[in-house]
């Protein structure tokens, strides 16, 4: 069982930037990706952006350019940097991971982003 903790969101003015981090703990093997999802008031949930253990990442249209994905498999860690941010970016943002060799699929608790004035 994998346990995913969110950090580093909260209220941030339109521009701004926020990182959020996520560190996995448990009885890991190893986790084949991990991943940013959100979900504003009303809507899906949506991916943000994912990085594969190999470095491959993957990014929502809407944050391209804007936001960075990054992590460190050797601490079970991924981080979102998020820049230039829009009120279209409030939401609860997830982490994701997924471990291959059970086929796991884990989700955080979730933490708040909001961007306003």
């Known amino acids: 069982q994998v346990h995913l903790v969110e950090s580093g969101g909260g209220l941030v003015q339109p521009g701004g930037s926020l990182r959020l981090s996520c560190a996995a703990s448990?009885?890991?093997?190893?986790?084949?990706?991990m991943g940013w999802y959100r979900q504003a008031p009303g809507k899906q949930r949506e991916l943000v952006a994912s990085m594969t253990r190999g470095e491959a990442t993957n990014y929502a249209d809407s944050v391209k350019g804007r936001f960075t994905i990054s992590r460190d498999n050797a601490k079970n860690t991924v981080d979102l940097q998020m820049n230039s941010l829009n009120p279209e970016d409030t939401a609860v943002y997830y982490c994701?991971?997924?471990?291959?060799?059970?086929?796991?699929?884990?989700w955080g608790q979730g933490t708040q982003v909001t961007v306003s004035s």
């Open positions: 448990g009885g890991i093997v190893s986790i084949d990706y």
């Open positions: 994701n991971a997924y471990t291959g060799y059970d086929e796991g699929d884990y």
